[in-house]
């Protein structure tokens, strides 16, 4: 069973998805989404959910350290609401707090330049989302 995971950003939504057996997570790149619609990124993401025969989706739901949502929590829910809708799948919201900050940590111990970082965060991020989801399934 593979199973995809999303971090949405305003600029770029990282994707990451697992192997065959939903064991651990893989960073599978991004897709640009700088004013492009909700609704056009839902069919994007929905190409790729359909791509890779994903049967889970988790998406990161932002979160202050409060616990509080994001004020870009709404928008995730929105999408997840378009590509539960577009795929007949439940998408799972994870707590998403500090991914992106592990993510550009893994990625410095990595020794990826900074342009390059640029480009891979997101998808790490996801990467990070998704194993956690992963883990607290097995």
Do not use: W, Y
């Not at 900074?114 to 996801?126: H, L, M, S, Y």
Request: proline fraction near 3%; charge should be positive.
């Amino acid at each position: 069973m593979r199973v995809i995971g999303i971090d949405f950003g305003t600029v770029r939504t990282g994707i990451a998805i697992s192997d065959p057996t939903a064991t651990f997570a893989q960073p599978a790149g991004i897709v640009k989404c700088a004013g492009l619609p909700i609704s056009e990124l839902a069919t994007l993401l929905e190409q790729k959910i359909r791509e890779i025969k994903a049967e889970k989706i988790v998406m990161g739901l932002p979160k202050h350290m409060s616990g509080d949502e994001g004020t870009h929590a709404a928008k995730v829910r929105e999408l997840a609401g378009i590509i539960e809708q577009k795929t007949g799948i439940k998408v799972n919201l994870l707590d998403e707090r500090l991914t992106s900050v592990s993510a550009e940590k893994l990625l410095i111990e990595g020794n990826v330049s900074r342009e390059k970082r640029k480009g891979k965060i997101d998808a790490v991020a996801a990467c990070i989302i998704l194993q956690n989801f992963l883990d607290s399934q097995n």
